[in-house]
């Protein structure tokens, strides 16, 4: 079965710091990764994905992600967080585009960001 | 382009009763997938519907039920309410075309179910 663990419940960061948030995912096969974003009281918001190809993906609002096979990881970076950066964020994986990628997604149980002054 | 979009925002019911939620995909989905997100949790996948027919679901009891109907929107069904069916429910819509441009689900802004 497909899991994915984000292991920090709660990360602050002070504005203008670097941030990466942690994920670890268990899959049988090569899987569709994928970060989403959550502001209060607001539905999902799509930051970046992978599926194949270059390892390092660009997504919006100048983060990016980096998949490791070899540590059944994806963690998502990004270089200097700004106060709007608050949210609450949640890494998700979801079958290979060979089993149609529009299968049910797993979510992890997210990562909550603040940024202080 | 509205994007996804569902009904109501914020509901109340009390323990026992019926409810249902209703979600209207972004324009050229043909698929509906239904998440419930409680409180302080990720979202658990509840079930996907494509040409009208349930095509997966999560491990979720056959109180939760749904249709999908011709023009692709969806209803999520939820009888006999627990307090513990207290959560945000999100309706995710994509393309069931497996194209590069097309993997990824589009998630509306939720409805708020508290069950008192």
């Known amino acids: 079965a497909q899991s994915v663990t984000q292991p920090d419940i709660h990360i602050t960061v002070s504005e203008g710091a670097s941030l990466e948030l942690r994920c670890n995912y268990s899959?049988?096969?090569?899987?569709?990764l994928f970060w989403y974003v959550q502001s209060p009281g607001q539905g999902l918001q799509l930051l970046l994905k992978?599926?194949?190809?270059?390892?390092l993906v660009q997504g919006i609002k100048g983060f990016e992600a980096e998949f490791k096979r070899s540590q059944s990881s994806f963690n998502l970076r990004k270089p200097s967080v700004h106060w709007s950066d608050a949210a609450e964020y949640f890494c998700?994986?979801?079958?290979?585009?060979?089993?149609?990628?529009?299968?049910?997604?797993?979510f992890g149980t997210g990562t909550r960001l603040t940024i202080i002054p | 382009d509205a994007g996804v979009t569902q009904s109501p925002t914020h509901l109340i019911k009390t323990r026992g009763q019926q409810v249902t939620l209703r979600c209207s995909p972004k324009?050229?989905?043909?698929?509906v997938s239904w998440y419930q997100q409680a409180l302080g949790q990720g979202p658990q996948f509840i079930f996907q519907?494509?040409?009208?027919?349930?095509?997966q679901r999560g491990n979720f009891p056959d109180r939760f039920s749904g249709h999908q109907f011709p023009n692709y929107s969806s209803e999520l069904n939820v009888n006999a309410l627990l307090l513990g069916d207290s959560a945000l429910y999100l309706c995710?819509?994509?393309?069931?075309?497996?194209?590069?441009?097309?993997?990824?689900?589009?998630f509306g802004q939720g409805t708020r179910l508290t069950v008192v």
């Open positions: 995710a819509s994509s393309s069931i075309v497996i194209t590069l441009m097309n993997t990824e689900a589009f």
């Open positions: 519907y494509y040409e009208e027919e349930e095509r």
């Open positions: 992978y599926f194949s190809g270059d390892t």
């Open positions: 324009s050229g989905h043909d698929t």
């Open positions: 998700a994986v979801g079958p290979h585009i060979s089993n149609f990628g529009n299968e049910k997604l797993t």
């Open positions: 899959y049988g096969a090569t899987p569709y």
